[in-house]
Nanobody
Framework: VQLVESGGGLVQPGGFLILSCGAS????????????MGWYRQAPGKQRDMVAT??????NYADSVKGRFTVARDDAKNTVYLQMNSLKPEDTAVYYC?????????WGQGTQVTVSS
């Protein structure tokens, strides 16, 4: 089972990035339709926190990103996305892709997002 993130990097404050996460492996052999997918992030010295999740027709966002970030999924491509607009220095963190179904959770390896001038 693999969750592979891409799209991280260095961006100036006010800029934008789009993260992608592709899911593959035996657990996703029938697709990601019945999985809750999402993104978490972890800044240095801090705990890993939920950023956004999407599944079963609904999406949820951390208060700190509401109105700036959008999570989306393409079940046909086994891919989940995170569009991040109006980025702030406090958004700097390693961003992890996440998949959850019936007590089973998988994590990606993480992708670094740095917001700095």
């Amino acid at each position: 089972v693999q969750l592979v993130e891409s799209g991280g990097g260095l961006v100036q404050p006010g800029g934008f990035l789009i993260l992608s996460c592709g899911a593959s492996g035996s657990s996703f052999s029938n697709g990601i339709m019945d999985w809750i997918m999402g993104w978490y992030r972890q800044a240095p010295g801090k705990q890993r926190d939920m950023v956004a999740t999407i599944g079963y027709g609904s999406s949820n966002y951390a208060d700190s990103v509401k109105g700036r970030f959008t999570v989306a999924r393409d079940d046909a491509k086994n891919t989940v996305y995170l569009q991040m607009n109006s980025l702030k220095p406090e958004d700097t963190a390693v961003y992890y892709c996440y998949a959850y179904r019936r007590g089973t959770a998988y994590w990606g390896q993480g992708t670094q997002v740095t917001v700095s001038s």
